[in-house]
């Protein structure tokens, strides 16, 4: 069984992106390629902040969607605590 992952990336203007992949680093390199999402394509380059291994596809999306309704903010916060 393949594990998925929730990520976090701040892109070249400094916003956050939230997203989910199988394999986390082709999906970092597709989103620097301008092959990923709509929303980075205009933001690149992209740098993971943050990732978190979960066992299927169904919990990546519950925690993605979790994660997205936080503030940049809270974000923010959440990436200076995970950080250390």
């Known amino acids: 069984m393949k594990s998925w992952y ?5 892109c070249a203007d400094e916003t956050l992106y939230t997203g989910v992949a199988v394999d986390l680093a082709k999906r970092i390199k597709t989103h620097n390629e301008g092959k990923g999402a709509k929303y980075t394509r205009a933001r690149l380059p992209v740098k993971l902040q943050w990732s978190e291994k979960l066992e299927n596809e169904s919990l990546a999306k519950k925690r993605e969607a979790e994660i997205k309704k936080w503030s940049r903010k809270a974000k923010l916060n959440f990436l200076k605590t995970e950080s250390k």
């Open 6 to 10: 929730v990520y976090i990336v701040k």
